[in-house]
């Protein structure tokens, strides 16, 4: 009977010591100051920054469509003689796409390199 409580122990032991080489073996690389180095003020300062920068571009791109058919618009009333309003909405609605694809173009060609990055 000696014997086999010898061998159990040595069992549970061992066990035991190969559990913990194995856990220590997963979490070798987890480094416990992460969560210290960015707290959630740094976090949410940078959210700030990304959502700041998206709204920037946003009223950037409303404001150039916007202009856009504005001077459409107006150019189309001073070039003719007497005021045309379809033919001014159709003069503005022109200019305002013709500046809508190049923004979209840009855009997309931005966010393609930003997405190349990651």
Do not use: C, H, W
């Not at 959210?47 to 504005?70: C, E, K, M, Y």
């Amino acid at each position: 009977m000696k014997k086999n409580e010898e061998y159990e122990e040595n069992m549970r032991r061992l066990r035991a010591k190969i559990e913990e080489e194995e856990y220590q073996s997963m979490v070798k690389n987890v480094d416990l100051n992460s969560a210290k180095k960015f707290s959630n003020s740094t976090r949410l300062s940078a959210d700030f920054r990304t959502q700041s920068g998206q709204i920037t571009t946003i009223v950037n791109i409303l404001a150039v469509i916007g202009g856009s058919f504005f001077f459409g618009y107006k150019a189309v009333g001073f070039i003719s003689e007497e005021e045309n309003v379809p033919r001014q909405l159709v003069g503005g609605f022109v200019l305002a796409l013709i500046a809508a694809i190049a923004d979209f173009y840009f855009l997309f060609k931005k966010l393609s390199k930003l997405d190349k990055k990651l």
